[in-house]
């Protein structure tokens, strides 16, 4: 009934004569209530919004509930807090609070994390063989012993609980040092995801009960969501959790795939349907979240799988039969299992980054030797432009990481921002793609040396391969950055559509704007957002290519909202090119905002750091331009892609005729 | 009778690091250099805390000199299961120049001021190699000497203590109040973990000036060049052993 009337609406606006406008209202989400004069459907707030079945079809919305927080995880005062960076830039409010890098740890914190250091170094200096872990496909019980002596299983787990209580800095500069992957991925989904559940939503209680043993590792923990029908699309989980008669038990019956730590763990948060069958399918209130232990019963798992890399780390399908799980086990409240799975993933993203800083940083060292003492044509290989171009290359890659992963540890830790889901996911997929290259880079300067299974290139390649397609992959992660941007650039952009739509009594914004969009047409938009005096005086010219970036960014949100209204969302390739300049602008961002802090407070090597700052702010800005440009007013290939793939589709496989192919002899 | 025991620690150039001479040959490049507790520090220090652990010790008491950043090493010995720490702050031209002499006496001093019964330091550091702080401070305060341990066991009073010596082992024993020096095998040390390093920041760590204990710490030598190694030359191969005697008779060296 709702939806007609939705429709009904989309039918009146376009009988209206500024349909270029009009268009975009259609994705102006029903919720803004007023829109010029025309009162919308409903007037829901964002918390009862969940409830409307009829959501996922009719709105910018659509997309986003499957992989988008609608709720903040910690609102005490949601009123103090700002938005995300990530969302404001596509409406050109840049917040410019980031351009000074945070330093979140006073003194006594600073110390005691780097107190923790080096004993985390030494142990893994020592006792981590990641190609024997890789080869014995498994983490020797010996090293699971040292690892949770260490301290490693509750490093963000509250001191009351018997954890260390590290907050997301400290967190992120403690993964840096995990060096294999097997293990990292072993502490990630132990605690990144696996217990995180009680740490957002637990009862007291809960906590209590579970989070001393998960501190020490004496449980490990796992998180169950993904199903063999279930993988990016986490909204159609089919595991039923039925309430036994008497109302005490959940009973669950379902099978879980490629669980992490499934083989090892005792303690299970696991997403279940709830909901009864007349709910339809895509509600998405129909899921809840369940802390199981194996004791419970019928809880069994597979044999451990057989993967590409991370092969040490425990990945096996868990199975769920009758369980029964106490009704005072279900983690948040019945039927926000979905919100309880996003916040989780949300919240585990951005230490990511700074693990792949600190796998790069070991790669750099541990190829510096080969490049001073092999020589070729009588020349050792730091001396090759195309070696250094390698070196140089990693260089920048791992400062972006480290300032993106840090910066967005620190805005974690400030508590000023409603939540970093969109930052951490952009961290996730520039981290992970750069680590990639990284390694990849490093087996290269090696050359042949370099593909034998002795170097450690084949295992860290295979290992760093999942970070694109685990916790979100980076196409799923791209359309959630672009359209959590574009959905709340729609709800700013509403006001000025008002505004413009009455240009008599606005005049000043109409002809403010018509000025603005005639310099964006000469691709100059006037710079008047003053960035750079929030830098050091040196980074000048970086600061303008920023400030170009953002202001081209808004530009062309509002062309491009303008041409697709809500269809924006079926045009993958530009929610590509808008995840791209956005993950570009927010990497150029915390590069600024560090460069010109350690130049400011005279760190040692900070006149690289310029350099370094000024090289990827340069590049980046070339491909917001041609992003932009692709966006706004072509030239693109994205016709090509759809045929080209089209075809694909219909001939199963490539079509063109063999070279050899002769029509005539 | 527990015992109260006193354990010297010394923050220094890890040894993983690639070490690097200064261009003024004054010393080696400390600064952005990863530092870390003397390794033969961290087996004192664990042999101590093991005594601990064994009920022979009841306090354990870590002692480093050196600059502000030696409290990093302390803290250390603190988190692997050290009581309480002291620090005698030296630095600049005084730290650069501090000797195991002064070492020595420092380590005396606060022995007496403790009323430590066993003092317990590592063989050498491995920085400068000196291998004296022991023995003097065993001299300094007339107390028996068990340097090179590699097992320690109570027995009586006294302690019975397995020392490494040249072709083998010695086994000697001595009275209490002794110092002691571990060598290599003494025992493993532990990792100090995270919860410990945690707790370890509530400990206390008491600060000391050379002045405080009336030791003066003023230079007894003066270091005048400090200089790489040579580099190894590449060498040559020969097709024989003719060859290779004639190639060392031409080279002077048979």
Redesign the interface.
């Given at each position: 009934m709702e939806r007609t009337r939705w429709e009904v609406h989309k039918i009146k606006i376009f009988f209206k004569p500024d349909v270029c406008i009009m268009k975009l209202a259609r994705i102006i989400p029903r919720k803004w209530g007023t829109f010029g004069g025309y009162r919308y459907a409903h007037n829901v707030s964002t918390k009862n919004s969940e409830t409307t079945p009829h959501e996922a079809e009719s709105s910018i919305d659509s997309v986003v509930p499957k992989t988008a927080p609608k709720v903040g995880i910690q609102e005490p005062a949601p009123s103090l807090k700002q938005g995300s960076f990530a969302k404001r830039i596509f409406v050109g409010d840049f917040d410019t609070g980031l351009l000074t890098y945070p330093e979140v740890l006073d003194k006594?914190r600073h110390?005691?994390l780097?107190?923790?250091l080096?004993?985390?170094e030494?142990?893994f200096?020592a006792k981590v063989d990641s190609r024997k872990i890789d080869a014995d496909a498994k983490i020797s019980p010996a090293l699971l012993e040292?690892l949770k002596?260490?301290?490693?299983f509750?490093?963000q787990i509250p001191?009351e609980y018997?954890g260390?209580g590290l907050n997301a800095t400290e967190f992120a500069r403690v993964g840096e040092l995990i060096s294999d992957g097997s293990v990292a991925v072993t502490l990630a989904a132990h605690q990144s995801i696996g217990l995180k559940g009680l740490l957002l939503y637990g009862t007291e209680e809960q906590k209590q009960k579970y989070l001393p043993k998960l501190a020490t590792g004496e449980t490990i923990a796992a998180f169950c969501l993904t199903e063999p029908s279930s993988g990016s699309d986490a909204g159609s989980v089919q595991t039923r959790a039925r309430l036994s008669p008497d109302g005490k038990h959940w009973l669950l019956t379902g099978s879980k795939l490629w669980i992490s730590n499934g083989g090892i763990a005792d303690f299970f948060t696991v997403f279940a349907r709830t909901a009864d069958d007349n709910v339809t399918d895509r509600s998405t209130k129909r899921i809840t979240a369940f802390a199981v232990e194996r004791g419970f019963g019928g809880v069994s798992n597979g044999k451990p799988e057989d993967k590409h890399g991370i092969r040490g780390s425990n990945t096996t399908e868990v199975f769920f039969d009758n369980t029964p799980v106490p009704v005072e086990n279900v983690i948040g409240q019945v039927g926000d299992g979905f919100k309880v799975a996003v916040n989780i993933l949300n919240s585990g993203r951005f230490s990511m980054g700074s693990s792949c800083a600190g796998a790069m940083k070991k790669m750099m060292e541990y190829i510096s030797d080969h490049v001073i003492n092999r020589k070729q044509f009588g020349k050792p290989l730091k001396d090759f432009g195309l070696i250094q171009e390698k070196l140089a290359r990693m260089t920048i890659d791992t400062y972006v990481m480290e300032s993106m992963a840090y910066l967005t540890a620190g805005m974690l830790d400030s508590g000023l921002y409603e939540d970093c889901a969109v930052e951490a996911a952009m961290v996730k997929v520039m981290s992970s793609e750069m680590v990639w290259r990284g390694v990849s880079e490093a087996m290269q300067i090696y050359g042949g040396m370099g593909y034998m299974k002795e170097q450690p290139f084949d295992v860290a390649l295979r290992d760093v391969r999942i970070l694109q397609i685990f916790e979100g992959t980076n196409e799923i992660l791209r359309l959630f950055i672009a359209l959590m941007g574009v959905q709340s650039a729609g709800k700013q952009l509403k006001d000025l559509v008002k505004k413009l739509r009455n240009p008599f009594m606005y005049p000043s914004v109409a002809i403010s704007k018509a000025f603005q969009r005639t310099r964006h047409t000469r691709d100059a938009p006037s710079l008047n957002l003053n960035l750079k005096s929030f830098l050091h005086p040196t980074l000048t010219k970086e600061a303008d290519l920023l400030e170009y970036s953002v202001l081209r960014l808004q530009y062309a949100v509002e062309i491009v909202l303008e041409r697709h209204g809500s269809k924006i969302i079926d045009q993958q390739l530009d929610l590509q090119r808008f995840a791209n300049v956005a993950i570009d602008i927010y990497a150029m961002t915390a590069v600024l905002s560090r460069a010109s802090r350690s130049y400011c407070i005279g760190i040692?090597n900070a006149e690289s750091e310029i350099t370094i700052a000024a090289a990827f702010c340069q590049e980046a800005h070339r491909r917001v331009r041609q992003n932009i440009e692709e966006l706004v007013d072509g030239p693109n290939c994205d016709e090509y892609v759809s045929d080209l793939a089209k075809k694909v589709v219909e001939n199963k496989g490539y079509f063109c005729e063999h070279p050899l192919t002769r029509t005539f002899w | 009778m527990a015992l109260r025991a006193l354990v010297g620690v010394k923050r220094v150039v890890d040894y993983?690091v690639r070490v690097r001479v200064k261009p003024d040959k004054t010393g080696v490049v400390t600064?952005?250099v990863k530092h870390?507790m003397n390794p033969f520090d961290e087996i004192a220090v664990e042999e101590a805390v093991r005594l601990k652990e064994k009920k022979i010790v009841s306090e354990i008491v870590a002692v480093s000199c050196g600059p502000t950043q030696s409290q990093?090493t302390l803290?250390?010995a603190l988190?692997m299961g050290v009581d309480k720490a002291v620090h005698v702050e030296v630095t600049g031209p005084e730290y650069n120049n501090l000797q195991p002499i002064h070492v020595a006496k420092i380590l005396a001093k606060l022995a007496t001021e403790q009323k430590a019964d066993l003092v317990i330091v590592g063989k050498q550091a491995i920085d400068d190699d000196c291998n004296q702080t022991a023995q003097m401070t065993a001299a300094f305060l007339d107390w028996p000497q068990a340097v090179f341990a590699s097992k320690i066991e109570k027995e009586g009073d006294g302690l019975t203590v397995t020392r490494e010596i040249d072709g083998g082992l010695e086994t000697i024993k001595v009275k209490l109040p002794a110092v002691i020096s571990a060598d290599l095998r003494l025992n493993e040390p532990r990792?100090?973990?995270?919860?410990?390093?945690?707790k370890?920041?509530k400990k206390p760590l008491e600060k000391k000036t050379p002045k405080d204990l009336g030791v003066d710490v003023s230079p007894r030598i003066e270091v005048v060049s400090v200089e790489d190694p040579p580099t190894r030359e590449a060498g040559a191969k020969v097709e024989d052993v003719d060859q290779l005697i004639e190639k060392l008779k031409k080279l002077g060296r048979i």
């Open positions: 006594e110390e005691t780097h107190d923790m080096k004993p985390i030494d142990f200096e040292g002596e260490l301290g490693l509750g490093l001191q018997g260390l040692r | 993983a600064d952005g870390s990093e803290r250390t988190a990792y100090a973990t995270l919860p410990n390093i945690m370890a920041k």
